[in-house]
Structures are given as C-alpha cells and as structure tokens.
C-alpha cells in the first residue's frame, strides 16, 4: 500500500506541484490515508477540488478512493494554506498485491 499511495503523491505533486502539494503524514490501517496538502492553490476552484483530485487520480489507476474528512484551518489560522485530507482507499490492497506480484517475477 505505501509504494502505491507514494507514486500516487508524487504524480500528484507533479501535476499540482505550481499551487499545491502533498504529503502522506499517515496511513492508518489498509485503507485510510491522510495527507497534509500545502500551496496557494486556486481559490476560485475552490480548495477542496485540490484536494479531491487526488482521489481522482486514484480512481484514473482503477484504485477506489474516496476523500472522507476535509479539514481547513481554524479562523485563527485563516492565512495558513495548510489542508488535511482524510482519503479510503477501499481496493488498494489489491492493488499492491498485484504489483508486488509483477515485481517478483521480474
């Protein structure tokens, strides 16, 4: 699971990287994972569809991902462009079992 939810990370960086970046600060069990997202996204978007995209970068490898939690920072910290995305990844197990497969006969 950490080698799929990292190349997914990092081909969400490479595609996002201008506004917005992430990182994994814990995968919590086999299928929820979440990630710290930081940049100056664009607002007229609308932040949470930053966010999102990950999943659907999941969903484009035929993971199912689904953002479960959203958290943006308090009033206090308004000017903090930090998010927290809460993500299931409900077949990734699957997944990284199938890899693993293909990188053992190699």
């Known amino acids: 699971m950490k080698q799929v939810v990292s190349e997914l990370i990092e081909d969400y960086n490479r595609l996002h ?17 979440i990630v710290e997202f930081k940049g100056t996204f664009c607002y007229t978007c609308g932040v949470k569809d930053w966010i999102e995209d990950l999943a659907y970068l ?10 479960v939690d959203y958290m943006e920072p308090d009033s206090e910290n ?3 462009n930090t998010r927290i995305g ?15 497969e293909v990188f ?3």
């Not at 999941?58 to 953002?67: M, P, V, Y």
């Not at 809460?86 to 693993?100: A, E, H, L, M, P």
């Open 86 to 100: 809460v993500f299931k990844f409900n077949n990734i197990g699957k997944i990284s079992r199938v890899q693993d």
């Open 17 to 33: 990287g201008v506004e917005a970046t992430a990182r994994v600060i814990e995968i919590k069990d086999d299928s929820t994972v």
């Open 58 to 67: 999941a969903l484009s490898r035929g993971i199912d991902a689904k953002l």
């Open 104 to 106: 053992d006969h190699e």
């Open 78 to 80: 308004a000017l903090d």
